[in-house]
């Protein structure tokens, strides 16, 4: 009966979540009403407040499906690297660029990114860092298995080397979410130029 309660109840936090995404993306994160969240989601006024306290926790919590769905894909490559380094490192960028506009607006994320900066004690700006040292985790972990498969050279750093990997995405993606006009293939084409800068650096061959 217990697990049954637990199944519901991720269900409606679930649905929740997802009606909160489109109505964001609708009518824009402040426009966007807890009623008209709570109707979507098929859940009274009261239910959606015993799930969240108000909307940032709420976006934090797409925030968070957005990140965990990202790093739930990415260990696939990091546990399967293609045998080019430039390809592996290229194939985790994309991986995360193409998934962050899944749940999330450009709007959103700079809400969410304003939110960390504005307010970094809270519980929601430190979970916010929480996830972004999980991404760079990761790609450290991509970092350290090129080099454990010979793909990086052994006297190489593999941390600070994906740290940096991860610092340079990072930042692009910031330039990509204040700026409407930049598409995605541009993000991504700029980010595989620093990785072949990159890769180049650390004694691995460009990919032709």
């Known amino acids: 009966m217990a ?91 994309a991986t995360y660029y193409d998934h962050s506009l899944v749940y999330l607006t450009k709007e959103m994320w700079r809400t969410a990114m304003a939110f960390s900066i504005q307010s970094p004690d809270t519980p929601f700006s430190r979970r916010y860092r929480e996830l972004d040292l999980a991404l760079a985790e990761q790609v450290v972990a991509l970092m350290e298995r090129l080099q454990q498969g010979g793909q990086v050279l052994r006297g190489v750093d593999a941390r600070a080397f994906g740290e940096l990997t991860f610092l340079g995405l990072n930042g692009l993606f910031t330039t990509y979410t204040v700026s409407e006009d930049m598409a995605l293939d541009e993000l991504k084409a700029a980010m595989f130029r620093k990785v072949r800068a990159l890769t180049a650096q650390i004694g691995v061959a460009e990919a032709g």
Do not use: W
């Open 3 to 93: 697990g049954l309660r637990e199944r519901q109840k991720a269900k409606r936090q679930r649905a929740i979540l997802q009606a909160a995404s489109t109505l964001f993306k609708q009518n824009g994160y402040e426009a966007a009403r807890i009623e008209a969240i709570a109707e979507a989601a098929e859940v009274s006024v009261g239910t959606f407040y015993n799930y969240f306290e108000h909307k940032a926790d709420l976006l934090l919590a797409i925030v968070s499906m957005e990140v965990e769905e990202v790093l739930n894909q990415g260990q696939g490559v990091v546990d399967a690297p293609q045998a080019d380094a430039y390809d592996a490192i290229c194939t985790l960028v």
